[in-house]
């Protein structure tokens, strides 16, 4: 089942701070973030396991709520680097199929 | 550069046709996953593969089907080709059978199905 990410869409300005969330029905086993820009492969930001801690490096970082099963990537003092589509992926447990969320489309502008 | 080769870059066909794509993935990574992305879509999950083995599969059609080889290529089959399948193919590789590893993409195979 494909997880639901907030927001479809935004559009920062330079040195702002963004929230995109990613939310499953699903017990969840794992999160997986992705940066994907027009026409490019994605990239892959970080991973949150069930259990584990907040992640992040330079000013991207995520959480992993288990008991709300919901998944939150925090970018900060955004640059125009950030923009793309940001994708979170999810697995119910080791073996099972991927899932890519909706995706959230972000613009940052000077 | 992600270390993960795929061919072609570019494949146009007629409906009915079948294609293969391939699929390369980095030195050391057992894992290979192949995924669709439709145009301004999201990135469904078709198929894992793990050292020669199917591990996981998602929303493959029965028209398509995949395999990796001992030397751990893998190469996505696609036949019956319908207007609908046309979209970008990624495939990606990690070194361990577990996605508490990186998943590192290739490039992408763009398919057009006229």
């Known amino acids: 089942q494909q997880p639901v990410q907030s927001p479809q869409a935004v559009i920062l300005r330079e040195g702002e701070d963004a929230v995109i969330n990613c939310s499953s029905s699903?017990?969840?086993?794992?999160v997986h973030w992705y940066r994907q820009k027009h026409g490019e492969a994605p990239i892959f930001l970080m991973i949150?396991?069930?259990?584990?801690e907040q992640k992040g490096h330079d000013k991207i970082s995520a959480s992993f709520n288990e008991k709300k099963q919901q998944s939150s990537l925090y970018l900060t003092a955004s640059q125009l680097s950030y923009s793309g589509t940001y994708f979170c992926?999810?697995?119910?447990?080791?073996?099972?199929?991927?899932?890519f969320g909706t995706g959230t489309k972000l613009q940052v502008i000077p | 550069d992600s270390g993960v080769t795929q061919t072609p870059k570019h494949l146009i066909t007629a409906t009915g046709q079948r294609v293969t794509l391939r699929c390369s993935p980095r030195?050391?990574?057992?894992?290979v996953y192949w995924y669709q992305q439709s145009l301004d879509q999201g990135l469904q999950f078709l198929i894992q593969?793990?050292?020669?083995?199917?591990?996981a599969k998602g929303n493959i059609l029965e028209r398509f089907s995949a395999q990796q080889f001992p030397d751990l290529h893998s190469e996505l089959n696609l036949s019956s080709l319908e207007l609908g399948d046309s979209a970008l193919y990624f495939c990606?590789?990690?070194?361990?059978?577990?996605?508490?590893?990186?998943?590192?993409f290739g490039p992408g195979t763009r398919l057009l199905v006229l």
């Open positions: 990606a590789s990690s070194v361990v059978d577990s996605t508490r590893e990186t998943q590192y």
């Open positions: 699903k017990a969840l086993y794992s």
């Open positions: 949150l396991l069930k259990g584990g």
């Open positions: 992926g999810t697995e119910k447990k080791l073996t099972s199929p991927f899932a």
């Open positions: 030195s050391g990574d057992l894992s």
């Open positions: 593969y793990y050292n020669g083995e199917e591990r």
